[in-house]
């Protein structure tokens, strides 16, 4: 049996990718000594007609859906038909990888405990967007990305795990933007892989490694 992925995105879809990559569904697995993960991508929606995710997506075969915000009068509306679309692709865990849109309780709290997002920072430091130019304002030594469940508050959901990277004297917000998103590419896979082996789960909104509370975010390179 395998995870069943739902995963929303707005643009590139270089994380989709590194998902698809994982899941054996890419057209050239990045990793070719791992394993595929027991988890699968069963259907992309996004709320932008010409995000390059979607063309990833096709290309891999799977099932995509466009849904615009602009065409709903309010986000219940919206967040309403989009639960209708990825409701029919019945997922184990909706992904949420560089969906740029707020989503409202009712969504949030339709999938809880099944929602995780990906951010661009050391969470819960520079939450919201700008993070790596924030991250350089704050003088911050060490910089990342995180994987989190999902709650109504925007990116305060408990964290699951986090990648670092050191910031060096010469970064700017651009090379810190791609050295993050090199590591996003990475972080985002091993948390599926722990959710697809069954290690990883939510209940009553505390993440559980093991069967054991989730005290503090796991670290990619203590675990990988
Ligand atoms: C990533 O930086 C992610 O952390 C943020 O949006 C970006 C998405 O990038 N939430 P991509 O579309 O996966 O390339």
């Known amino acids: ?14 994380n989709l990718q590194a998902i698809l990559d994982a899941c054996g569904q890419g057209q050239s697995p990045s990793d070719q000594s791992a394993p595929p993960l027991a988890a699968r991508v069963v259907g992309v929606l996004s709320n932008r007609a010409d995000a390059f995710g979607l063309t990833r997506a096709a290309s891999a075969g799977i099932p995509t859906a466009v849904l615009s915000h602009r065409d709903y009068a309010d986000r219940a509306g919206f967040d309403e038909a989009m639960t209708r679309v990825i409701d029919a692709w019945q ?15 009712g969504f949030v709290d339709h999938y809880a405990g099944r929602l995780i997002n990906i951010h661009p920072s050391l969470l819960p430091r520079h939450k919201g967007v700008d993070t790596h130019q924030r991250a350089l304002d704050a003088g911050d030594a060490e910089h990342g990305c995180s994987v989190h469940y ?9 964290v699951i795990a986090q990648a670092a990277l050191r910031v060096e004297a010469d970064d700017d917000a651009g090379t810190l933007a791609r050295r993050v998103h090199a590591l996003e590419h990475r972080l985002y896979p091993a948390v599926i892989g722990w959710l697809a082996e069954g290690r990883l789960r939510c209940e009553a909104g505390e993440p559980l490694l093991d069967g054991a509370p989730l005290t503090t975010p796991l670290q990619l390179h203590a675990t990988a």
Do not use: Y
């Not at 739902?6 to 643009?11: R, T």
């Not at 999902?150 to 408990?158: A, H, K, Q």
């Open 1 to 14: 049996m395998s995870l069943r992925l739902v995963v929303l995105i707005s643009g590139s879809g270089s």
């Open 91 to 105: 997922p184990d865990v909706v992904v949420l990888a560089g969906f740029m849109r707020i989503l409202t309780a």
């Open 150 to 158: 999902v709650t109504p508050e925007l990116d305060g959901g408990p």
